[in-house]
């Protein structure tokens, strides 16, 4: 795991806080962006204007990935943001019984943000971890918790659609991405009041 740097963002006027903004959640967002392939091993979030980023990406061998990123938007606070690379495919589904599945995962996350006379602080920092997660194709599930204990994933799909929610690092968030029967890609966000996170994982069987 790295170690968190600090970053901040000016503001656009300390005017704003005249109104009903005045916390540091005001000026946080996270979602999920469009991503682009980086030659085959790599990937980005597409057009991203972010500045002082924490970036990542994971692409197996098929080409297939994600990439993640935090940093700020000057004048709008901090972002968080993860994305399938587009064309993104995985196995066909069983009709029934379950796979253990186990890879790695990848975040980005922006913890002790704080605002103070228009400037917001925090701490950014990014971390890899290996997984082990388990699809129950009967009850259309797919869950587990990262080896070190900081990412939980409670993922739930339709066809190969996969979604749900995780907390990584204590930060809840919104899960999305693709399940087949011997694979999984997902990709997550979230922010709380003082932090804001994104990331993804690949598992296989």
Known sequence: MSSSIRIFAALLSTS????CISDA?????????????????????????????QTGSDVNSDGDGYAYETGVQNGEGFFARAGLIPGTSVS?????????????YEAARVTGIDLNNGRLTGFARTARGSMTLTADFDDHTLKGTSNNGILNVNGTFEGQTLEGDVVY????????????????????????????????FIVAE
């Open 169 to 200: 690092s204590g930060i809840p968030g919104t899960l999305s991405g693709k399940i087949g029967g011997d694979e999984a890609i997902g990709i997550f966000n979230g922010k709380s009041e003082s932090a804001i996170m994104a990331g993804g």
């Open 92 to 104: 066909s589904l069983p009709r029934s019984g379950s796979a253990r599945m186990s890879g790695h």
């Open 25 to 53: 959640d005001d000026f946080t967002t996270s979602n999920f962006a469009a991503a682009v392939a980086v030659g085959t091993s790599s990937a980005e979030i597409a057009n991203s204007t972010l500045t002082q980023r």
């Open 16 to 19: 704003v806080f005249a109104g």
